[in-house]
């Protein structure tokens, strides 16, 4: 996720475009840059580190000019760095392009560019299009293509491009206008008198406008100082009004929720798809092709898919995910998986086997254990696969593999979509490992991948049912002793549930094996506990409908989540929360999003801010 904007009016350009800056700087930071038009000429300035690295950079610098474009970098693809920051410029410098999105099929246009002799600077997805920009600007017309003008060319551009998009474009020779489009990422165009403006997000407008246009996907707009005209990416003029926009600037940084990690949850879905989604060929399978994963940022060499063990490592929600991981790869490619706490591996002297595939996950990429426990590896001549969020991190610097998930930042300390999108790799991984070592049937393997193309929608299906979460937290919030129980992956997902309720609530919750529970936590439930179930094992729910019923005999208060359509448990359990149905194997996916909210509601019951829970650091970068 990154931060754009850009201004046309009568101001000074720079201080606006600084300005604007930092109120979206909450969205990415790792480099900031401005593109500026000053006298007939497009000046670029541009720095890896935060805003006011840059601010710095420009101190002194006497740059005029009233129209320009701005960014705030959360890389995805090339690390942070001068080179990789936006704005990016064509060849001849005279069309600069910011850019907030993944484009998926990048590097596919990156040969098609270099094979015409396009040279490309950066490492970064954001050029191709500001060199799809200028060679339709410049090239002669192509049959379907209106020749000329920078419209005709950003719309031929964009037609060319795959995945996601806010983006802004100044040309040199159209000092009268900024064109900004938008396809899944958000943009919003603010309204001013002699002025207008785009940023990713409200709060960067505020100070000039409340007037806004909320772009849709694939529509664009084209900014002039005294007006701004709205066309869909085919090129029809569209007329609508303007909204109104009465948030303050607060909670406009939250998007409008309440709190940052509500707004994390609720960016699952479209996490989700960014991760997911670049990795899949054909992944609307239009083309008619089998969809298969790609991991174009990693190379899987043959070694890596006979490994005879996986060993994983992590600390808290991220070792939660390499505990899902642990069935996922024994179930999808049956590999042997050893999973430890990354703070119990550094000190336990393991046994050390090169052949083994050793993957560590971690969202900061800072974390003390983890880094630990990747070097201890690493000296023992393992090779490390990283899963982390952030590019650039010393995690992903030391790794000898990176697959990164594209959650954007996250802000608040309890971590949700970066556990989601962490265990989306996980799967992606276990189904290719399980496919190259001939253990998933062409069947298999599509049903799977199939499933997984869902589940974005089905997590917003999951979301658009908060109420009842809400609803029930308000009725248990005040419960002491709260249990989380499932097996096998609803195990996994039961401790992840347990570690979010306690560190935002503080209430005391714990997760067990639901198998373990005649032999000892069983002891601990009476009236004034709630057990919370999770059931999506269809092989066990004799099971777990058994531990159910040994633990509401005893008083306790019962939450089964579970598949819709289910009725095993209406008659035993106090509440039933269902989830869509999708393949027992990946119901963490959606299992654990009641979990969060449910989490999150008794926080705010508890009158906490769950953004920043007490005595808790988002990055635990000291042991
Ligand atoms: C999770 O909600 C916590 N904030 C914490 O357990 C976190 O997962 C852990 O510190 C690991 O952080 P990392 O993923 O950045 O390594």
């Known amino acids: 996720m990154c931060g754009i904007t850009g201004y046309i009016g009568q101001q000074e350009v720079v201080p606006v475009l600084l300005g604007a800056l930092e109120k979206l700087e909450y969205r990415g930071y790792d480099s900031a840059g401005i593109a500026v038009l000053d006298n007939g000429e497009l000046l670029v300035r541009k720095a890896k580190g935060r805003l006011a690295v840059l601010a710095e950079r420009l101190v002194g610098e006497r740059i005029g000019g009233t129209l320009g474009i701005g960014h705030t970098r959360w890389a995805t693809h090339g690390e942070p760095s001068d080179i990789n920051s936006h704005p990016h410029t064509d060849v001849s410098g005279r069309i600069a392009v910011v850019h907030n999105g993944i484009i998926e099929n990048y590097a596919r246009l990156k040969e098609w560019l270099q094979a015409r002799d396009v040279v490309f600077r950066s490492d970064t997805d954001t050029e191709v299009i500001v060199h799809l920009i200028n060679y339709y600007y410049r090239s002669p017309p192509e049959p379907g293509v209106a020749p000329g003008g920078i419209l005709a060319a950003v719309l031929a551009a964009l037609k060319r491009l795959e995945g996601s998009y806010a983006l802004a474009v100044v040309a040199g020779d159209f000092p009268d206008r900024l064109i900004a489009a938008r396809k899944d990422s958000p943009l919003i ?4 008198k002699g002025e207008n403006l785009i940023a990713s997000d409200v709060p960067a407008l505020l100070s000039y406008t409340r007037e806004v246009y909320f772009l849709k996907d694939r529509e664009l707009a084209v900014l002039y100082r005294d007006h701004v005209d709205l066309f869909t990416d ?36 479209k996490a989700l798809a960014d991760t997911l989604r670049p990795r899949l060929t054909d992944p609307t399978g239009a083309a008619g092709g089998a969809m298969d994963i790609t991991f174009d940022e990693i190379k899987l060499d043959p070694s890596w898919a006979t490994a005879p063990r996986v060993v994983m490592t992590a600390c808290g929600t991220a070792w939660h995910a390499a505990m899902v991981g642990k069935y996922a790869f024994e179930h999808f490619a049956r590999i042997p ?22 993957i560590v996950i971690s969202q900061s990429g800072e974390t003390a254990d983890t880094l630990a426990a990747m070097r201890l590896a690493k000296q023992g001549g393992m ?4 899963i982390t969020n952030v590019v650039g991190s010393t995690l992903s610097r030391e790794a000898d593999l990176v697959l990164y998930t594209w959650a954007g930042p996250e802000i608040a300390v309890a971590s949700t979509k970066a556990f989601t999108t962490q265990l989306m790799c996980i799967y992606l991984l276990a189904l290719k490992l399980g496919r190259l070592r001939s253990h998933l049937s062409d069947e298999e393997y599509r049903r799977y991948l199939a499933a997984l193309t869902c589940i974005p929608t089905q997590v ?13 937290a308000s009725r248990q919030f005040n419960k002491n002793k709260v249990f989380f129980m499932g097996r096998q992956f609803d195990y996994a997902v039961s401790l992840e549930s347990a570690l979010k309720l306690k560190e935002i609530s503080y209430t005391h919750s714990e997760a067990f094996a639901a198998g373990e529970l005649k032999h000892g936590p069983i002891a ?17 729910f004799d099971k777990i409908a058994s531990n159910i019923r040994e633990v509401t005999a005893r008083g306790a208060a019962s939450l089964v989540i579970t598949w819709e359509g289910e009725g095993a448990f209406a008659s035993i359990a106090d509440e039933v929360f269902t989830i869509p149905k999708t393949e027992d194997s990946l119901s963490p996916l959606l299992s654990i999003i009641p979990a969060q909210l449910f989490a999150y509601y008794c926080a705010v019951q508890r009158g906490n801010d769950p953004d920043k829970p007490r005595n808790l650091a988002k990055s635990v970068t000291v042991e």
């Open 524 to 540: 601990l439930v009476d009236e004034n506990t709630l057990v919370v179930a999770i059931a999506t094992q269809e092989t066990l």
């Open 189 to 192: 165009v603010g309204l001013g």
């Open 460 to 472: 917003e299906g999951v979301l658009g049912k908060k109420d009842l979460i809400q609803r029930f």
């Open 383 to 386: 090779r490390i696969l990283a």
């Open 337 to 358: 998986v050893e999973v430890d706490i990354a703070s119990e591996y550094r000190y336990r002297n393991p046994v050390l086997q090169p052949q083994d595939m050793f």
């Open 234 to 269: 085919q090129g029809e003029r569209i007329h609508r009004a303007p909204s109104h926009v009465d948030w303050d600037v607060e909670s406009a940084e939250k998007g409008g929720f309440a709190h940052f990690m509500l707004k994390e949850i609720h960016e699952q879905a």
